[in-house]
C-alpha cells in the first residue's frame, strides 16, 4: 500500500470515528451492525452490478462506499469492545498465508484443481467438521446450490461427464410431472427445487453462472415485454383489448428481429 492509499485509508477511519463521536452525526452514532445490515447488502449488490456493467467509474465509487461499511462494522466492533480493524486484518493475512502453501509455503503445485482441494483441506484442518460448513445460509438459492456443488465435486462426488447430468435432468423432470398429477404441494414443491439444483449442477458442467444466465433472461424478458406494451401503444391497443394470438405474434417478431440482427 502506498503513502497515498495509506493516508486516505486513514482519512476514512478517521472520518468514521468523528461521525461516531459526541460531536458526529446523530444517525451514524445510532446505526448498530444489524441496522446497517440492510445497507451493506445494497452497496455489495451496486459493486456487483457496476462490474457486470463494465463500469470503471462505476466500480470505483462503489468499492468505496462497501469499504466504507467495513469500516463502519469494525468501528462499532471496537466500540463494542469486541475486535478492532486492525485484528479483522491480522485475521485474513494469516488465513490468506495459511490457505497458500504453494505460494508461502513449500508445496509446488501450479494446478488449480488441486490447490482448490488443498484449500478445502486446510479449512478442515482448521476446525470445520464438514466441507458444507460456512456457506452463508442468506446467500441466494442458484449460487448456494452452485457453491454446494462445487465443493462436493472437488472431492469427487461428481458425474463423470455431463452426459450423467442430461440422465439427471430427464429423471427430475419426469418426477415433477407426476409430482403434478399427484396434486400434493409439498411433492411439487419438492421435485421442483430437485430440478432446479439439476439445472445448476448442468450449468457448472457447461461452464456457465446461472444466476447470470437467468438474470440475463429476466432482462430479455422485461425489454420484450416493454417492446410489446410500445408498439400496442402505437396502435392505439393495450393489452386488455389485444389477443394472445396478437400478442404471440408480436412476441415471436421481436425474437426474430433480435435473432436477425
Given at each position: ?16 470515528k ?92 501450479e ?11 486446510i ?7 464438514s ?9 441466494p ?35 415433477l ?85
Amino acid at each position: 500500500m502506498n503513502n497515498e492509499t495509506l493516508s486516505e485509508f486513514e482519512r476514512l477511519i478517521e472520518i468514521v470515528k468523528i461521525l461516531r463521536g459526541p460531536e458526529g452525526c446523530a444517525w451514524d452514532r445510532s446505526q448498530t451492525a444489524a441496522s446497517l445490515t440492510p445497507y451493506l447488502l445494497e452497496e455489495t449488490h451496486e459493486v456487483i452490478e457496476s462490474i457486470q456493467e463494465s463500469n470503471p467509474a462505476k466500480l470505483k465509487e462503489e468499492l468505496g462506499d462497501l469499504l466504507l461499511h467495513i469500516v463502519f462494522q469494525s468501528e462499532i466492533a471496537a466500540e463494542n469492545g469486541d475486535f478492532t480493524l486492525a485484528e479483522s486484518l491480522q485475521t485474513i493475512n494469516s488465513k490468506l498465508v495459511r490457505r497458500h502453501p504453494h505460494v508461502f509455503g513449500s508445496i509446488n503445485t501450479e494446478n488449480v484443481h488441486e490447490i482448490k482441494q488443498n484449500w478445502e483441506s486446510i479449512k478442515l484442518q482448521e476446525g470445520r467438521q464438514s466441507l458444507m460448513e460456512g456457506l452463508p445460509q442468506s446467500l441466494p438459492a442458484l449460487l448456494q446450490a452452485r457453491r454446494v456443488q462445487e465443493r462436493a465435486a472437488q472431492v469427487g462426488f461428481d458425474w463423470e461427464n455431463i452426459t450423467g447430468v442430461w440422465q439427471k435432468l430427464q429423471e427430475e423432470i419426469n418426477e415433477l410431472r407426476d409430482a403434478v398429477q399427484s396434486g400434493i404441494h409439498v411433492a411439487i414443491q419438492n421435485e421442483l427445487g430437485d430440478l432446479l439444483f439439476t439445472i445448476v449442477n448442468l450449468a457448472r458442467f457447461l461452464e456457465a453462472d446461472p444466476e447470470e444466465s437467468l438474470r440475463q433472461a429476466v432482462k430479455k424478458f422485461v425489454q420484450r415485454f416493454q417492446a410489446i406494451e410500445a408498439e400496442l401503444a402505437s396502435q392505439g391497443k393495450n393489452w386488455h383489448n389485444s389477443s394472445l394470438y396478437e400478442l404471440d405474434e408480436i412476441w415471436n417478431r421481436l425474437k426474430k428481429q433480435e435473432s436477425s440482427s
